[in-house]
C-alpha cells in the first residue's frame, strides 16, 4: 500500500519546507522535492496543498479508565484513544497505577488487558509507583524490561499515591541504576492536607477552595525537594503537569545549572485560570485537577518557559469525570470531587492556537507536542518525525480553517468540555496512523485493536 501526501508544508522540530511524503506500507519511504513521485504509482493520493503535514502528536500524559476517589476516569482506551485520533494525536502514554499493596507487574497485566484490542493509535505505559519497599524496587527492573521505562511518583495524596522523601530517595536511585526517569506530581500533600482540613471546618466546601488550598507556593516547594533528591542520587527527574511560575523557576534554575531536570506543562494551564473553578453553581467542578488552575499570572510564565525549553513537553493529563454523578460527588465538599479534566482530543490545536497567537514557534509547536516527547520517553525516531524509517504517524493540519471547542461535537465520552465556545484557528483535516487513514475530514475510518503496545527503552535519550 503506497500513500503519497502531496503539495504540504512538512513540519519538523527546526521548521517546515514544502515536500511530498511517500508513505510505503506504516512506514514513511521518502521526503522528496515536490512532483518527485508520479501519483499514479500511489493508491492513494492525499493533496496537502496549503496545510501543514506533521508527525502525528504524542500525549505522553493520559489516565483512561483510572480510578480516583471511588470512581474511573469515563473514557475507556477505546473511546479516548479515537478522541485523541480526531484530535491528531497518534501515541498515548498512559499511567498504570499500582495500587498500594499489590505489585508492579501484576498492575501492568491489568494495564494491558484494558488496552490490547481496543486502541485506535499506539499506546505505551508509565507505571505509577504508590508503594515502595524491596519487592517493588526489583520489580522497576522487570518493568524496564518490559518496556515500561518511566515512573511516576507523588508528593501529594497522603494516604494514596503520597511517597515520602525516603521513599523518592531509593526509587530515584533504582532510576539512577537501571535508566529509567523518575516523574514527579510535586505539590507538598502533607501541608494542602492541613489547609483542606482548615478550609471544610470553617464551612467552605465550594470548588474554589481546591484551589485556595493548593496554593502555587506550595508546587514550587515540592519542585525544589524533588530536583534536591534527583540531585543527591543521580536520577533524571521529569516534572509532571507544572503549573506555576514558582515551579518553572526551580526547573528553570536547575537546568541552568546543569541538572538532567525536564517538565510538562498542559493546556489547561495555558488557557484556563482559578476564575474557571471560581464559576458558580458547583460548575467549578469541572476545572477541579491538581495542581489547581492559577491566577491568570502565571500563564505568561508558562507560555516564555515553553520558548526557552525549561518546558520542553505540552501533555494533557487527560483524566476526565463527568459532570453529572461523578464531579457531583464533591458537592458540599470540594476534596471529594474527582481531581481531573479532559483535554486529549484539543492538545494539537489549543498548541496551534498559541502558534496563532504569536506565543510560540510552528517547531515549537511540533516540538513541545511531538518530537520531544518521543526522545525523551524513548520512541524516537520511530514516532515524532517525519522521516524516511519513521512510522507514518501523520496528520494533515489546515491552518486557516475554523471551530468552535463544544461538547455536543467532541469525542471523548464526557458530557462537558472545558474550552466549551472556545473558537480555534485550525483543524485536523486527516490522520494517519502508522499508514492507515484513521481520520479523514471529520470521518473516524480506524478501528479498535488498530494502536500497538509501544515498548520503550530510554538509555538513548538519558546517556
Ligand atoms: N491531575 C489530576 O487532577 N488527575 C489525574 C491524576 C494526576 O495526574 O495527578
Ligand atoms: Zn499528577
Ligand atoms: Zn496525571
Known amino acids: 500500500m503506497r500513500t503519497l501526501i502531496t503539495g504540504g508544508t512538512v513540519l519538523g522540530p527546526s521548521g517546515g519546507v514544502v515536500a511530498d511524503v511517500l ?49 474511573f476516569s469515563a473514557d475507556t482506551f477505546e473511546t479516548g484513544t479515537r478522541a485523541a485520533a480526531f484530535g491528531g494525536t497518534t501515541t498515548i502514554i498512559d499511567f498504570a497505577v499500582q495500587p498500594k499493596g499489590s505489585s508492579l507487574l501484576s498492575t501492568l497485566d491489568k494495564w494491558h488487558e484494558k488496552a490490547g484490542g481496543n ?22 527492573d522487570s518493568c524496564v524490561d518490559a518496556g515500561v521505562s518511566s515512573f511516576k511518583m507523588f508528593m501529594a495524596y497522603p494516604g494514596v499515591f503520597y511517597s515520602t522523601d525516603g521513599e523518592i530517595l ?14 514527579m506530581h510535586a505539590e507538598n500533600g502533607i501541608a494542602i492536607d492541613q489547609l483542606v482540613a ?3 471546618a470553617e464551612g467552605h466546601g465550594e470548588p474554589v477552595q481546591h484551589g485556595y488550598t493548593r496554593p502555587p507556593e506550595l508546587e514550587g516547594e515540592a519542585t525544589s525537594r524533588a530536583i534536591t533528591l534527583a540531585k543527591v542520587t543521580g536520577s533524571p527527574l521529569y516534572i509532571v503537569h507544572l503549573s506555576a511560575a514558582q515551579a518553572l523557576s526551580a526547573v528553570a534554575e536547575a537546568r541552568d545549572n546543569g541538572q538532567n531536570v525536564f517538565a510538562e506543562t498542559c493546556p489547561q494551564y495555558l488557557y484556563l485560570s482559578i476564575e474557571d473553578l471560581a464559576k458558580p453553581e458547583f460548575e467549578g467542578a469541572k476545572y477541579v485537577a491538581s495542581p489547581p488552575l492559577r491566577e491568570k499570572s502565571h500563564q505568561t510564565d508558562l507560555w516564555r518557559g515553553l520558548r526557552t525549553n525549561d518546558l520542553s513537553v505540552v501533555s494533557t493529563d487527560h483524566c476526565p469525570f ?17 481531581n481531573g479534566m479532559p483535554g486529549v482530543e484539543h492538545r494539537m490545536d ?25 526522545r525523551m520517553f524513548g520512541l524516537f525516531p520511530r514516532k515524532g518525525i517525519i522521516a ?15 471551530q468552535t471547542i463544544s461538547a455536543r461535537t467532541h469525542h471523548m465520552a464526557v458530557d462537558y468540555s472545558a474550552y466549551e465556545g472556545m473558537t480555534i484557528t485550525g483543524a485536523v483535516s486527516t490522520v494517519l496512523s502508522r499508514g492507515t487513514i484513521v481520520v479523514d475530514r471529520g470521518d473516524y475510518l480506524g478501528r479498535p485493536g488498530h494502536g500497538t503496545f509501544l515498548s520503550r527503552d530510554l538509555s538513548q535519550y538519558l546517556n
Open 388 to 402: 524516511p524509517g519513521s512510522d507514518a504517524d501523520i496528520v494533515i493540519y489546515d491552518p486557516s480553517a475554523r
Open 198 to 200: 482548615k478550609a471544610l
Open 350 to 374: 489549543l498548541l496551534h492556537q498559541g502558534v496563532v497567537a504569536g506565543e510560540i514557534s510552528l517547531a515549537r509547536w511540533v516540538e513541545t507536542c511531538a518530537t520531544t516527547p518521543a
Open 119 to 140: 486502541c485506535a493509535v499506539d499506546y505505551g505505559f508509565h507505571m505509577i509507583v504508590s508503594d515502595v519497599n524491596d519487592e517493588t524496587l526489583k520489580e522497576m
Open 322 to 338: 463527568c459532570f453529572k454523578d461523578q464531579k457531583e460527588l464533591g458537592k458540599g465538599d470540594f476534596s471529594k470531587i474527582p
Open 170 to 183: 531509593r526509587a530515584m536511585g533504582k532510576a539512577t541504576e537501571n535508566g529509567s526517569m523518575i516523574m
Open 23 to 71: 508513505v510505503e506500507g506504516e512506514t514513511v519511504a521518502a521526503v522528496a522535492t515536490p512532483g518527485t513521485f508520479a501519483p499514479d504509482t500511489a493508491d492513494t493520493v492525499l493533496d496537502a496543498t496549503g496545510k501543514y503535514v506533521l508527525p502525528g502528536g504524542i500525549d505522553a500524559h493520559t489516565h483512561m479508565e483510572m480510578p480516583f476517589g471511588g470512581t
